[in-house]
């Protein structure tokens, strides 16, 4: 059989979307990763919260409030975020493994 060079090529192709695919996977994982400290964090400022603020009266504590609905805020914000970028990279995964298949 001669090789005319396109089975060396679509090898390497293959190679260069798995390499891609894996570094993806690894960006996920470390967005797990990120996801999992954020509500480690989360957790500690509510505890600290429950723990040292419930006798704050007047504006302090409307204030502190208010900076905790913010937090609240930018927390589902940022989940949200992680979602979508996740959601992203797992369409990203799935184009790459179709266009690999296909060659």
Same mark, same amino acid.
């Given at each position: 059989?001669?090789?005319?060079?396109?089975?060396?090529? %679509?090898?390497?192709? @293959?190679?260069? *979307? +798995?390499?891609?695919?894996?570094? =993806?996977?690894?960006?996920?994982?470390?967005?797990?990763?990120?996801?999992?400290?954020?509500?480690?964090?989360?957790?500690?400022?509510?505890?600290?919260?429950?723990?040292?603020?419930?006798?704050? %009266?007047?504006?302090? @504590?409307?204030? *502190? +409030?208010?900076?905790?609905?913010? =937090?609240?805020?930018?927390?589902?914000?940022?989940?949200?975020?992680?979602?979508?970028?996740?959601?992203?990279?797992?369409?990203?995964?799935?184009?790459?493994?179709?266009?690999?298949?296909?060659?």
């Amino acid at each position: 059989m001669i090789d005319d060079g396109k089975s060396l090529e %679509r090898e390497l192709n @293959r190679k260069a *979307y +798995d390499e891609d695919i894996h570094s =993806l996977k690894l960006y996920v994982k470390d967005l797990n990763s990120v996801i999992t400290e954020l509500r480690h964090e989360s957790s500690c400022i509510l505890k600290a919260h429950q723990m040292h603020m419930n006798g704050w %009266r007047g504006q302090a @504590r409307e204030m *502190y +409030d208010a900076l905790l609905d913010d =937090l609240d805020r930018v927390e589902f914000r940022v989940y949200d975020r992680l979602r979508t970028v996740k959601q992203r990279v797992a369409e990203e995964i799935e184009r790459l493994q179709l266009e690999a298949g296909e060659l």
